[in-house]
């Protein structure tokens, strides 16, 4: 690779690291008071800071999928896929750092080669999972997360949340086996082997044990009874909707958790 080159993808490389990290004290500040003024405000400027780097990376094309990715962050869809309103304002921050890790995982491609850099149809396939232990995982969650994006998009929101659901618990899952059930003893861990565990009590294993901070306590009803719909449904026994909010919602506590088991995204 050309040195010039390869001198410019670090660069923009480091540049939208430094945008992850504006946008992850942007949110937990969102969180904690999303009308202070000066949140607002440190909100609006990351935006437009990720716009202008956006614009940049896809050439000035609003056709590029990063560009067109960077204004779905804004909107939430119906049921038939059309544009009613704009999202939430810490729903959008998760949006825009998803785009942000895209563009990282572009840049790393073509780290491989020209034949490894995005078009501007679609994304590339991202190594997002190279943090996962297990090697034989990897190639199965990155297909089941793309197999998941594609569900939210085609707002098939009941099959996104599963898939999305599934690659959560695997991810857990292999990561409370590197650590082994002899160091989770001091976690309170259940008889039987973790592949037992139920899901959420894998969720709580690895909190306690340090692996994942807080972040699945906002999964929905629907995300963690996920294997089981029954007990989603309640007594009432009437199958329970899975809705937009629900998938993305799922989707968002997926990407806290690769973080937290993969500190250096």
Known sequence: MDESLQTQIETYRSHLEGLI?????????????????????ATRAWQE???????QLSGGSKAHWLARAF???FLMR?????????????????????????????????????AATA?????????????VHNPELRPVVEQVYADSRRALEQGD?????????????AIVTDALELKGLNALTESGVPAGKIADWTFETRLAIAEKAGLIRGGAAR???????????AKANGESGQKVTVSE?????????????MRDLDPGR
């Open 157 to 169: 929101y009941e099959q996104a949340l599963c898939t999305t659901c599934g690659i959560l618990e």
């Open 245 to 257: 909010r629900d998938a993305r919602q799922a989707g968002q506590v997926l990407r806290v958790v």
């Open 78 to 114: 119906s049921k038939a896929g059309r544009a009613i309103e704009t999202a939430e304002p810490t729903e959008i921050v998760n949006r825009l750092l998803d785009v942000l890790e895209q563009a990282i995982a572009s840049l790393s491609g073509m780290d491989d080669g020209p």
């Open 49 to 55: 800071d990720c716009g202008v780097t956006i614009n």
């Open 21 to 41: 990290r504006r946008g992850q004290k942007v949110r937990d500040a969102l969180a904690i008071d999303s009308s202070n003024e000066s949140t607002i405000a």
């Open 119 to 131: 078009s501007p149809e679609g994304p590339p396939s991202p190594r997002r999972f190279d943090f």
């Open 71 to 73: 204004s779905e962050a």
């Open 219 to 229: 999964l929905p009803k629907a995300a963690r009874t996920y294997r089981d719909p």
